[in-house]
Nanobody, 125 residues
């Protein structure tokens, strides 16, 4: 059984920073690509960032490029999302996700077979 637990969400002022963490357990974490998605109220879940198993490849959604950074620590089974220059439109529930199988890598939700419960990020004026 794979478990992903996000933490680090909260309330932050526009222009501020926040770091999300995702703790993974239950399988060989280092073999799998990991992603972050988000879902704002009334909207569909959207891709935020993905990182390959080694950390050598990353991709970002257009709305967060240059502001967010995804990273991982395979020794600790952790994935992080550093969010800088936050905007009101970044307000959403943020989800950590793990690819369904080793070697899978993508921006679409179909790549991911395991999801955390989400952590709320609220950006205020």
């Amino acid at each position: 059984q794979v478990q992903l637990v996000e933490s680090g969400g909260g309330l932050v002022q526009a222009g501020g920073s926040l770091r999300l963490s995702c703790a993974a357990s239950g399988r060989t974490f280092s073999s799998y690509a990991m992603g972050w998605f988000r879902q704002a109220a009334g909207k569909e879940r959207e891709f935020v960032a993905v990182i390959s198993w080694s950390g050598g490849t990353t991709n970002y959604g257009d709305s967060v490029k240059g502001r967010f950074t995804i990273s991982r620590d395979n020794g600790k089974n952790m994935v992080y999302l550093q969010m800088n220059y936050l905007k009101l439109e970044d307000t959403a529930v943020y989800y950590c996700a793990a690819a369904s199988r080793p070697g899978m890598y993508g921006l679409g939700q179909g790549t991911y077979g395991y999801w955390g419960q989400g952590t709320q990020v609220t950006v205020s004026i």
